[in-house]
């Protein structure tokens, strides 16, 4: 909830924990609501934030008593997510998760703004309630039809990528597990790096090299437990590039203490499983083991190997192991096949051994007499494509196998 309240700019001078059942006045006890109120003075606290989601009628109460605005973590999460934001896709799916919950909590909040302005609570005075209610309904059409013309755009890029050939990998993880220093480690890219949590909010793709197997390899919004259903439902089009890849990198903080990183590697797969993405194969890379002893790093692998599947422990800030993760991932890229073949020479044949080199892994083009001998590697359902090509231009076959690893 801390390091929630600090990647929202947000500095934290004092905290209060309670456990009993909840009140629903002020979802904490009567007296605690008074200690609260005399740490906001004692501090000069301008904001309260509850770990616990709030009804508009709590939030109402509490800011009476205390005299600061009170939000929750869903809030919370969406003013973080708000000064993430750097896309329109990604700016109008908050403004959507956002306005969902308006759209429950509207008549509440129209009746509690007509008792008084209280902090959190302005502003919504003059709307009669079903007006209100109405407005909000028609921006989520808006937005909802906005969205739906990028998901479209977003359908034929990735049909476009499956026109090529290419197979996929999907970065996931907690936030802030360093997915997006891996993704530049292994372009070469420089998307936005942070120590803070939810620095990604939209996917970036990018062509990568498996020691001759071109792959793509795609940067994702990153998980957190207890995040809102209506902020999974937002997302769910950039969890999408997930549901299509070939093959999962899950990315996973190892500094971290042992019981934090077993929480967020079962709510990682969680995740995986409730997006439709259970059936991919998974690679685990342990990231940031520059923090860590050789036999810290070991021992942690040793306490997490039946929960994490096909472990690499690596360094993306300092390169440690890429070598070896770059293997891993082309090893569970199982799904190639290797074509050799020969073809006439002429222009038309140049122009299609430079269209393989631009859209398969070609490892071998030989030159003699008037033909050209090419050995390449695809997907089987791409090769049989090229194959197709290679009899309009008069080639023969030499063998079709599948690589040893």
Same mark, same amino acid.
């Given at each position: 909830?801390?390091?929630?309240?600090?990647?929202?700019?947000?500095?934290?001078?004092?905290?209060?924990?309670?456990?009993?059942?909840?009140d629903p006045k002020y979802q904490i006890g009567r007296g605690k609501v008074r200690e609260l109120a005399k740490l906001v003075e004692e501090t000069g606290a301008e904001k309260i934030i509850f770990d616990n989601?709030?009804?508009?009628?709590?939030?109402?109460?509490?800011?009476?008593?205390?005299?600061?605005?009170?939000?929750?973590?869903?809030?919370?999460?969406?003013?973080?997510? #708000?000064?993430?934001?750097?896309?329109?896709?990604?700016?109008?799916?908050?403004?959507?998760?956002?306005?969902?919950?308006?759209?429950?909590? #509207?008549?509440?909040?129209?009746?509690?703004?007509?008792?008084?302005?209280?902090?959190?609570?302005?502003?919504?005075g003059a709307y009669e309630v079903d007006v209100y209610y109405e407005t909000i309904k028609r921006h989520i059409h808006t937005i909802q039809r906005k969205l739906k013309k990028i998901r479209e755009k977003r359908?034929?890029?990735?049909?476009?990528?499956?026109?090529?050939?290419?197979?996929?990998?999907?970065?996931?993880?907690?936030?802030?597990?360093?997915?997006?220093?891996l993704f530049n480690a292994l372009t070469r890219e420089q998307v936005p790096v942070d120590n803070a949590l939810f620095t990604t909010l939209s996917t970036t793709t990018r062509l990568i090299n498996l020691y001759?197997?071109?792959?793509?390899?795609?940067?994702?919004?990153?998980?957190?437990?207890?995040?809102?259903?209506?902020?999974?439902?937002?997302?769910?089009?950039?969890?999408?590039?997930?549901?299509?890849?070939?093959?999962?990198?899950?990315?996973?903080?190892?500094?971290?203490?042992?019981?934090?990183?077993?929480?967020?590697?079962?709510?990682?797969?969680?995740?995986?499983?409730?997006?439709? #993405?259970?059936?991919?194969?998974?690679?685990?890379?342990?990231?940031?083991?520059?923090?860590?002893?050789?036999?810290?790093?070991?021992?942690?692998?040793?306490?997490?190997?039946?929960?994490?599947?096909?472990?690499?422990?690596?360094?993306?800030?300092?390169?440690?192991?890429?070598?070896?993760?770059?293997?891993?991932?082309?090893?569970?890229?199982?799904?190639?096949?290797?074509?050799?073949?020969?073809?006439?020479?002429?222009?038309?044949?140049?122009?299609?051994?430079?269209?393989?080199?631009?859209?398969?892994?070609?490892?071998?083009?030989?030159?003699?007499?008037?033909?050209?001998?090419?050995?390449?590697?695809?997907?089987?359902?791409?090769?049989?494509?090229?194959?197709?090509?290679?009899?309009?231009?008069?080639?023969?076959?030499?063998?079709?196998?599948?690589?040893?690893?």
């Amino acid at each position: 909830m801390e390091s929630l309240a600090e990647s929202a700019g947000y500095t934290v001078v004092g905290k209060i924990e309670q456990i009993r059942k909840a009140d629903p006045k002020y979802q904490i006890g009567r007296g605690k609501v008074r200690e609260l109120a005399k740490l906001v003075e004692e501090t000069g606290a301008e904001k309260i934030i509850f770990d616990n989601f709030l009804k508009p009628v709590q939030a109402y109460n509490l800011a009476k008593e205390t005299g600061v605005e009170v939000i929750d973590r869903f809030q919370l999460i969406l003013e973080i997510f #708000a000064r993430r934001a750097s896309t329109t896709e990604a700016k109008l799916q908050i403004e959507l998760a956002r306005l969902k919950r308006e759209l429950t909590r #509207a008549k509440e909040k129209v009746r509690l703004a007509k008792m008084g302005e209280q902090p959190g609570f302005m502003g919504l005075g003059a709307y009669e309630v079903d007006v209100y209610y109405e407005t909000i309904k028609r921006h989520i059409h808006t937005i909802q039809r906005k969205l739906k013309k990028i998901r479209e755009k977003r359908k034929l890029h990735r049909r476009r990528r499956i026109e090529l050939g290419f197979s996929s990998i999907s970065l996931a993880g907690y936030t802030n597990a360093g997915k997006s220093s891996l993704f530049n480690a292994l372009t070469r890219e420089q998307v936005p790096v942070d120590n803070a949590l939810f620095t990604t909010l939209s996917t970036t793709t990018r062509l990568i090299n498996l020691y001759g197997r071109k792959v793509l390899l795609t940067d994702t919004v990153g998980f957190i437990d207890r995040l809102p259903i209506t902020l999974i439902e937002a997302f769910h089009s950039t969890l999408e590039e997930t549901i299509f890849s070939d093959l999962i990198l899950l990315v996973v903080d190892i500094s971290e203490p042992l019981t934090d990183i077993e929480r967020k590697i079962s709510y990682s797969l969680d995740t995986i499983h409730k997006i439709g #993405a259970s059936g991919i194969p998974i690679v685990t890379a342990f990231n940031k083991i520059d923090k860590l002893s050789k036999k810290e790093v070991e021992h942690k692998i040793e306490s997490l190997k039946e929960l994490a599947p096909n472990p690499v422990p690596i360094s993306a800030l300092y390169g440690i192991n890429l070598d070896i993760l770059k293997y891993e991932l082309r090893r569970q890229l199982k799904n190639y096949v290797q074509v050799s073949f020969s073809v006439p020479m002429n222009s038309e044949t140049m122009s299609f051994i430079s269209w393989l080199y631009n859209n398969t892994n070609v490892h071998v083009v030989k030159y003699e007499g008037n033909y050209a001998h090419v050995v390449f590697e695809a997907v089987p359902w791409f090769a049989d494509k090229i194959c197709g090509q290679v009899k309009k231009l008069n080639g023969t076959f030499e063998k079709v196998v599948v690589p040893a690893e």
